[in-house]
């Protein structure tokens, strides 16, 4: 099992599921899980800032989330969301939905129950968000920091929105992702911030490609898996 946390743009979607792919693990995005219930706070016509209307409405909400790490599923009441769940105004209104003690109440147990399941049918799974090293399994015998200069975050989130035909502009990338990294690492429930036994990783100056060379490395001294290289990683 390995934990994945840090703020977003230091790669760590991407990583996690190649790296889960290389051990053959599930794979679990719980940021997704709080996009969905931001969602369906936004299509309900629910105000993200009124806390107990949140936690009401998140009691009810359809959340179905897929752990195949090449295809995982997302889904709202049945209908898959995976764009909708990107798109502007679900990234701004989800640190104040995520910042609910009782929405994380009702998805850490959803999380737990996951990779309990996920666990028992692969044997593996690579499990990214902000509290999962913490908070969702602080047992887990790798967890990983990643980071990244917030200039290269932007210019990285800034340049994964223009190729998902979303409109963007590395200046409002960063100012959005400035905002969250702030919302999310001081709010009073399980803030972002790496669990004291988490191996940290800069990515700032890293590819992909070296990144998952450096996560193989850390799995494999915990005996998870055979290092990997970067000619190797580069080919698949
Ligand atoms: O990783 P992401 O950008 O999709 O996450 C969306 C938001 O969800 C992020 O701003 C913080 C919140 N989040 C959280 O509070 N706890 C997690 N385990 C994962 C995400």
């Given at each position: 099992m390995v934990a994945m946390d840090g703020p977003s743009g230091t790669g760590k979607t991407t990583v996690a599921r190649k790296l889960a792919d290389r051990l053959s693990a599930g794979y679990l995005d719980t940021g997704a899980m709080y996009r969905v219930v931001t969602l369906a706070v936004l299509r309900a016509g629910v105000d993200p800032a009124d806390s107990a209307a949140v936690a009401e409405l998140a009691s009810q909400v359809g959340l179905g989330i897929g752990t195949v790490p090449g295809q995982p599923e997302i889904t709202l009441d049945g209908q898959d969301v995976g764009a909708a769940i990107r798109a502007g105004d679900v990234t701004s209104a989800v640190s104040a939905v995520s910042s609910v003690p009782e929405v994380r109440e009702l998805l850490v147990a959803e999380q737990r129950r996951i990779v309990g399941r996920v666990l028992g049918e692969t044997g593996g799974i690579v499990v990214e968000g902000r509290?999962?090293?913490?908070?969702?399994?602080?047992?887990?015998p790798l967890k990983i920091f990643l980071t990244a200069d917030a200039a290269v975050r932007a210019a990285r989130r800034s340049s994964q929105d223009t190729a998902a035909g979303r409109k963007s502009s590395v200046d409002q990338a960063r100012e959005s992702v400035e905002r969250r990294d702030h919302l999310d690492s001081t709010r009073a429930t399980s803030p972002l911030r790496a669990a004291d036994d988490a191996v940290r990783v800069d990515t700032t100056q890293l590819s992909i490609d070296q990144t998952i060379v450096a996560l193989c490395e850390l799995a494999s001294q915990r005996g998870m898996l055979a290092p990997c290289t970067a000619a190797a990683e580069a080919s698949r």
């Open positions: 509290d999962i090293g913490t908070v969702v399994v602080p047992d887990a």
